[in-house]
Every structure is written in C-alpha cells, then in structure tokens.
C-alpha cells in the first residue's frame, strides 16, 4: 500500500466504514510510515477539536425570538390557508405575507 | 490509532409521532419539533453562510418552509433529514444572493485532487486546542472553515458536526455516496492543512504559551 492509498481510504478509515482486511493493512501501513500516521492522526483531531468546538451556538434568547417569530409565521401561514378556504371571513382581520425580506426578527 | 465516534443522535422514536400531529394541525407538535432541531438548523446555516444574519433568516425560512410543505413531507427519509436538505437550499442561496459575482452550488467539483493532498506533515501539540483560549480558537475555527469552498464545509459540517450518516448526507444534499465522501475528505484535508499553523508542535519556542 502507497501513502496516496492510505489518503484515499482515510475517511472510510476514520469513520469505520470498511471491511476488517482492508483495515488491516491500512494499520499495517501506520506502523512503519510516520507520515501517514501523523496525517490520520491530526485529520482525526481536527474533526474532534471542530465537534467540540460549540462554534455558532445559537443563544437561549436569540432562539426564544426565532422560534417566536417561526410560529408566529406558521399561524399567519395557517390562518391565510383558511381565509382562502373561505373567501367570507377575510375581513374579519388583517392577513400578514411571510416575505423573506420581511423575516428579521431584531 | 483510534477512530471517530459518531455523535449519539437525540432519540428519534417519537419524531414520526410528533410530524404526524402537526400535519393535522397541533402547533404543539410543531413547535416541539422546532425546539428539537433549532440548533442544529442554525449551525448548519450559520456554517454555510458564514453570516449571523442570514444564520438567523434560513432558520425562520427553513421552519416555514417545512411547515408549509408538512402536507409533501412523504416520509421515506427522517424529518430531520428532510429539514436539513431545506435548510441547506435556503442558505445556499442566501449565500448566492451575497456573492452573485461567484458560483454557488454543490454540483461544483473544485480544481483537482491535489488542492487537499497534504503539503505540510507536522505533528501538533498534544492538546492544541489548549493552546488558545475559546474565543481565540473558536476565531481560529471560523476563520480556518470559512476559507473552504461552499460545497467542502456543507459536507463537513453535516458528517462532522451534525453526525449525519454518509447515506444521510447525501440524502439531504442530493448527491452521491462517493461524491460526499470526496469532498469529505478533501474538506477534512484542508481543514487539517491549514489548522497546522495553529497547532503544530513548536519545539523552537517560537509560538504561543
């Protein structure tokens, strides 16, 4: 097995997702060559450090307002459905179009 | 040398339940299904779009949007699979509306193979990720994963930091197996290459702590 092998099967490596001989050379391959061995090394880190990161958490108070406005959304999406169903009670009150350029919520 | 686990996924058994009532009608249902998978929405477009503000539209839109189509929603795939594949297209093209001079699509196959064959092979510090503090890495991060092209970092992030399958990814993005696992691993590559300046063992002194 060449390193340019090993790249190839990095992912599947990393991620399980072979079968038990392949998987043996692919580590027979990690003993004698550093290299690989230190590239499947940080490749696997890297994926962790990210995992854990808790990089663009969404905030508690943020998400209160987002969810605010998505159900506010689905009711006025709902109630226009059944203005429409019946054409009678649309004077009842106001219909509000969810426009994306209108979806800010701050 | 160990391998990566799989985040655990949030049970799921009551999701069909819950997708059930709100295609007839209970608001409850739906909303719990929104607190169920709001974060995870807002990761993936914030990922995408590298803009907090348009992270903020695709989640309200990507909701929406699925409450709308509820009626569509055929279930032959996970509803959160289903959400994500909207939300995705919702951020892709807020990120075109953004960047109309550049193509922005999943379909792209960037350059070569050789744009992620390592250049540098430097081991790094036992724990790197120690050598900043959070906000220092998490600057790192976002600045590292916003130099990969759209396609590299949709992939990433829902393989890596969502912990979707491969058969799911490519699922909610439309694309083959072996295409996801390509551009996983060129992004994992990259990635990788450019965390090296960061992390790499510095024997000389020379770096930070």
Redesign the interface.
Known sequence: MTCSDF??E????????MDAQTRAEL?DH?QWCH?C??????????????????????PDD??DK??S???A???N??SSCCDEAHPSKEAAGPKLA?S?GE???K | MGTIQPKVAEPVSDELALVHAAKAGDMGAFEELVRRYDRNVFRIAQHITQNREDAEDVVQDAFLKAYQNLGNFQEQSKFYTWLVRIAVNEALMRLRRRRPERMVSLDEDIKTEEDSMPREVADWAPNPEQLYTQGELRDILGKTIQGLPPSFRTVFVLRDVEGLSTEETADALDLSIPAVKSRLLRARLQLRERLNKYFKNRTGGDGKK
């Open positions: 790249l190839k990095l992912t599947d490596y990393l991620d399980e997702a580590e990690l290299n061995y230190v590239i499947c090394n940080t490749t696997k880190r890297t994926i962790e450090i990210y995992r854990d990161s808790h990089l663009y958490e969404l943020l998400r987002l969810r406005a998505i159900l959304k689905c009711h999406h709902q969810a994306p979806t800010r919520t």
